[in-house]
């Protein structure tokens, strides 16, 4: 199993696709229906929980979530799965999607939903999910918490802001009350203790 | 020095806000700027901290999302697939044989009416271009006798022995004049004539010797156009000699000719000797 292999050989910094998941783009590329689909259900909760926590609307989110799709079924074409990272291309898609829509004028004239990170306004998890996805998932985000459990609070409370609620720096700075300086500087120190945490504990593992 | 770590940190900086896409799009198109003259230090760092940023998403709280979803999204794709297809079957419309053939047909039609046109024209100036060959071939065959005729008349002329009586106008053609030159041991002769009117159609000349105060009969002639018809061969000029011949005359006489001369005289010359 594709994640499976993925999780256990760490043995790489980033992650590295399997070849079941080069396959499926692929098979996407070549107009294969089935292939989205099993796509979609190798990462539909992984990148719904990663919308709603920026989003934070059921509706915006499950809109969003199928035109990330509708993206990549009509990007595969031009997706080097040979050179690229089909995770971090999915990722990377998903996250600036959800990024833009939040900060699109229509968006941004709407009420603000909470701010509270990582505590989305609704949180639908159990049963549902494949179990050796489950684990597979649940081994990396342990991995990442507890990364960001490593690195200082004041650090991490501005990477997780920025990466999960989708704000700016300036938006930041605005709503801890903190210079958008001080921002900057945590976001840096942050990230790069972070990269270092996970390259070690690879460089353990692997 | 403090310039490059001043650099340096600010690569950092910003390279971590663009990975987690904090940035204002000012800083965001100043790191890319920054990016495209990165050493490979920076690169280096650049793609860890991306990987780093996309690792995130695995402490992303996950959350199911219905399954109408998935529906709604196979439901779209599967439109796509179909208006795709569509489009196809419209292109493939657009190359219909028959459209085609039909545009071919009037296309070769085109063709056809030009080339008939072409060729009508060609057979119409090959029949005005045979025609004038046929013209040609007719003005060469009248200059060759006539070539001929003055040839024969040339030939009476370098005889050894001619003889030549030089006849005038008489009362009906005062203006004109004439010559017979004759060659009496080949029995032929040679008329000129000048300033004779155009006969008639139903009249000819004839030329008569005078013998012995008889008119005889020495051929017929016609003038059609005085400036042309001036030269005639006489045959068979036997009767006439230099003893009992007295005059030359020509009348205009009904076509045919008469055995006796009925008209009026045009031209009379007498034998000097």
Excluded at chain 1, 77 to 101: C, H, M, P, Q
């Amino acid at each position: 199993m594709s994640i499976f292999n993925l999780i256990v050989a760490l043995g790489s910094f980033s992650h590295k696709d399997s070849s079941n998941e080069r396959d499926l783009i692929k098979r996407i590329k070549a107009g294969d229906t089935k292939a989205l689909e099993e796509l979609y259900d190798l990462y539909k909760s992984l990148l719904f929980g990663m919308i709603i926590s920026i989003v934070k609307k059921q509706e915006e989110a499950e809109d969003l979530l199928q035109e990330v799709f509708m993206k990549i079924w009509e990007k595969a074409y031009s997706f080097d799965e040979e050179r690229g990272n089909v995770y971090s291309w999915i990722v990377t898609l998903t996250r600036n999607k959800a990024i833009d829509r939040i900060r699109s004028k229509g968006f941004k004239t709407q009420k603000k939903a909470s701010n509270t990170v990582n505590e989305p306004d609704f949180f639908l998890e159990g049963d549902k999910f494949d179990p050796l996805e489950t684990t597979i998932f649940s081994d990396r985000s342990e991995l990442v918490k507890k990364a960001l459990e490593e690195i200082p609070e004041k650090q991490s409370e501005v990477i997780k802001i920025a990466y999960y609620g989708g704000m700016t720096q300036s938006e930041i700075s605005e709503h801890l009350d903190i210079p958008l300086g001080t921002v900057k500087t945590r976001t840096r120190q942050g990230l790069i203790k972070l990269k270092n945490i996970l390259e070690d504990h690879i460089s353990q593992h692997g | 020095m403090d310039e490059n770590n001043n650099h340096t940190d600010r690569f950092a900086e910003l390279c971590a806000g663009y990975v987690l896409n904090a940035l204002k799009p000012d800083e965001r198109a100043e790191f890319e700027d920054m990016l495209t003259s990165a050493d490979e230090e920076q690169k280096e760092l650049y793609q860890k901290l991306r990987s780093t940023s996309s690792n995130l998403a695995f402490n992303t709280n996950r959350a199911e999302p219905p399954k109408e979803v998935k529906e709604h999204l196979l439901q779209v794709i599967d439109q796509d697939m179909a208006d795709q297809q569509l489009d196809e079957d419209e292109n493939s419309k657009n190359f219909d044989p028959a459209k085609f053939a039909i545009a071919t047909s009037f296309a070769l039609l085109l063709v056809t009416l030009s080339l008939v046109f072409y060729s009508f024209n060609l057979s119409s100036q090959l029949q005005t271009t045979n025609k004038e060959l046929a013209q040609k071939e007719q003005t060469i065959t009248e200059l060759e006798q006539r070539i001929e005729q003055k040839n024969e008349m040339l030939a009476i002329l370098e005889a050894r022995d001619v003889d030549m009586v030089v006849m005038q106008g008489m009362e009906a053609s005062p203006q004109g004049y004439g010559k017979v030159i004759w060659d009496s041991k080949q029995q032929r002769a040679l008329l000129q004539v000048s300033n004779l009117p155009p006969v008639p159609t139903d009249k000819e000349y004839q030329l008569w010797i005078i013998k012995n105060n008889k008119p005889i009969s020495a051929g017929l002639f016609s003038v059609t156009d005085p400036d042309r018809d001036t030269f005639f061969k006489i045959e068979q000029i036997a009767s006439a000699d230099e003893q009992s011949t007295n005059a030359f005359a020509v009348t205009l006489e009904p076509k045919g000719g008469m055995p006796k001369p009925t008209g009026d005289m045009y031209l009379m010359g007498n034998m000097e000797n």
